[in-house]
Nanobody
Framework: QVQLVESGGGSVQAGGSLTLSCEAH??????MGWFRQAPGKEREGVAA????????IYADSVKERFTISRDNTKMRVYLQMNSLKPEDSAMYYC?????????????????WGQGTQVTVSS
């Protein structure tokens, strides 16, 4: 059974940092991504990485502030978030696509974790 388990969310003040972790159980994916969803808004892609070559892609809103990385030995993907802003507050989800897809389109992902809350106060 495929399972993605996130951890690392929490509450920080603006300008602070958090690191999210996602561990994949049961399957090796071509790529994995981080997404977020704020109340009343649609889920949006934040960053993605190929588990083999380590290619990365970021949403414009998080470039230069967030870094996605992977540890294939532990089947984990991380999201280092620096210079956090109140608008980064959301539930963050780890996701994996059904096929060999690399990108941030939510519709191409079919495996999701339970989410971890990130709250940034001003």
């Amino acid at each position: 059974q495929v399972q993605l388990v996130e951890s690392g969310g929490g509450s920080v003040q603006a300008g602070g940092s958090l690191t999210l972790s996602c561990e994949a159980h049961g399957k090796t994916y071509y790529s994995m991504g981080w997404f977020r969803q704020a109340p009343g808004k649609e889920r949006e892609g934040v960053a993605a990485i190929t588990t083999g070559g380590g290619r990365t892609i970021y949403a414009d809103s998080v470039k230069e502030r967030f870094t996605i990385s992977r540890d294939n030995t532990k089947m984990r993907v991380y999201l280092q978030m620096n210079s956090l802003k109140p608008e980064d507050s959301a539930m963050y989800y780890c996701g994996a696509p059904a096929l060999n897809y690399f990108g941030l389109r939510v519709s191409r992902y079919n495996a999701w974790g339970q989410g971890t809350q990130v709250t940034v106060s001003s």
